[in-house]
């Protein structure tokens, strides 16, 4: 939900964040600080001047429909220069820099959004007080959240019927009497026979029948 706020010099937008998005924005800082780490030792190696980053944490988006919207709040962001800005849209991930805005550098990225996106359909958009990112999506459907994130509901496997104990020990016979020898089917039809009398109370069953 989007909701509205309004004061002397500003009128913006933002959406309430949810937890999981409170969370990916401190899963975004934490990138920020391994990406700095990464920074102070290749630049190191290189002997280039570091660049540093902060994280946009103050952002805000909305689906419509074919697209992605993302709101970077940052006030008098359009003042600065499109050189400043560099915006790598990729097919499922995208990483918005910025450099020198209030003598600070900072960065904003979603390493696995939601859903593919159309890298060359998609842009950027300066306004004064906002940097409004445009996803283009690769194909139809709604995101429940702007990055990817593993479904929780697992489909269920097929129950199993229990096995029969007593189909089994029929088989077990039945396979006993076909490669017995004679002394062998005498044995088992005389056992099947007394143990159908002590069920029944009495009346033998044939073997042959059963076998």
């Not at 419509?64 to 940052?74: C, P």
């Not at 220069?81 to 990225?109: M, P, T, W």
């Not at 029969?164 to 039809?189: H, V």
Request: hydrophobic fraction near 30%; charged fraction near 30%; glycine fraction near 8%.
């Amino acid at each position: 939900n989007i909701k509205y706020s309004e004061n002397k010099d500003n009128f913006f937008f933002f959406k309430q964040k949810t937890a999981y998005e409170i969370s990916a924005c401190l899963v975004g800082s934490e990138m920020c600080i391994r990406d700095r780490q990464q920074a102070q030792q290749n630049a190191s190696n290189a002997g280039a001047p570091v660049k540093f980053y902060e994280g946009i944490s103050n952002y805000s988006w909305e689906d419509e429909g074919d697209s992605i919207k993302v709101y970077l709040n940052l006030p008098e962001i359009g003042q600065i220069n499109k050189d400043q800005i560099v915006c790598e849209i990729k097919e499922e991930s995208v990483e918005v820099r910025i450099h020198g805005y209030k003598n600070k550098n900072l960065k904003f990225a979603v390493r696995r959004l939601c859903s593919s996106v159309k890298p060359g359909d998609s842009t950027y958009k300066l306004t004064n007080n906002s940097l409004r990112v445009i996803l283009r999506k690769k194909e139809k459907g709604r995101w429940d959240s702007l990055e990817y994130k593993e479904s929780k509901f697992k489909p269920e496997k097929a129950k199993e019927e229990p096995a029969d104990p007593q189909a089994g020990l029929m088989n077990m016979m039945k396979q006993m009497y076909d490669d017995g020898d004679e002394d062998m089917k005498r044995t088992i039809a005389q056992a099947w026979s007394k143990s159908m009398e002590d069920k029944k109370g009495g009346g033998a069953a044939g073997a042959g029948g059963l076998f």
